[in-house]
């Protein structure tokens, strides 16, 4: 790409005469140095006295710019490709500085080669308007130069920045797929992100993502926003202030979160965390907007694993209840879950179901006949505790 001289350079042509600009480019070694000692005295990050290489790319770029400026003084008219500086724009991003060191080395050099000028004109017979007219033709060029420079930077960042998404996206699809990745490839992938292998992961499932970004998480947590199942990927979901961190960046927004689990069981914890959202929609589980933690209820989510075979195991058990009308089936279900969680005792019972003791003893001895043996069998105990919590979560009972 070339850009175009401003008009209101062409004054220079009258006021600069060609064999000054001549004498000026014999100089460009001398005023090359110059700026390149000062500049590799004055900014640490430019100081590589060893590498031989780097000097090279420096004094090259140094030399572009003089021999570009006097191309510009000669000739005002002619376009200008401004393409090496936005290079030297991208390669300040590849070497992860910002601009202010190379826009200070501009200043520097400008410096110098105004201070040279100064030196020569009067030896080259330079009018007062001449000198002036050069000064600002420098702080002129020194803004394209700055602009071209500016330019590359942000279109490297940019690439940096999409390219480093991309290569996210493709870890957290490693990291959540069935089967699970190997090892080496999730390694890899890893490093290719820049991220941290860590030794455990939760996953966030998003109830409805739209708009949503996590700007409070820590840049190590990984973002699947366009999934089928939109999510976060947590590391070391234990550390210190993470639990805090989740919750404020969640605040106001239906999301839980599964369980810690190792890296390589990623797909489980979302897998989990993703049951749990369907029964907080279902009102299952008890869940306002902020974030819903799996950890607090496992034992709803094992009961609601399998909800054919719970009910098939319902059919069972709760047969002895099945002639009875629905509101005697749900006293007689509400008094057996207490009695199975809570004791034998009539008294505890009635003090959970906020009931007299008495009712309780009547529903208990039909229970008993309904029942008989098979409330004393723990393993029947057992399965009927699961259907009944079943029913009640379902909101059956």
Known sequence: ??????????????????????????????????????????????????????????????????????????????????????????????EGRNLEPLQTAMRLGARVGWRRLTELAEPLGLSPRSLYDLGEAIFVYLDELADAAAEGYQEARAHTAGEMERRRRRLLDLLLSQPPASPEAVADAAKAAGWRLPRTVACVALDDPGGYRPPVLHNDVLVGLDRTTPCLLVPDPAGPGQAQLLDHALRGRRAAVGPAVPLADAASSLRWASEALALARRGVIEAGPGLLRCSEHIATLIVFKDEELVNALAAVRLAPLAHLRPSQQDRLAETLLAWLRHGRGAGEVAARLHVHPQTVRYRLRQLEELYGEQLHDPDIRFELEIVLRHRQASGKA
């Open 1 to 94: 790409m070339t850009i175009k001289s401003d008009a209101s350079d062409t004054r220079l042509r009258a006021c600069v005469p060609s064999a000054v600009v001549r004498t000026l480019r014999q100089d460009i070694d001398r005023v090359s140095c110059e700026v390149l000692e000062e500049i590799q005295s004055r900014i640490p990050e430019y100081a590589r006295p060893s590498d031989e290489t780097y000097i090279k790319v420096i004094r090259t770029a140094v030399e572009q710019a003089i021999d570009g400026f006097l191309d510009r003084i000669e000739n005002p008219d002619a376009a200008w490709d401004p393409e090496p500086f936005r290079m030297i724009g991208k390669g300040e991003a590849v």
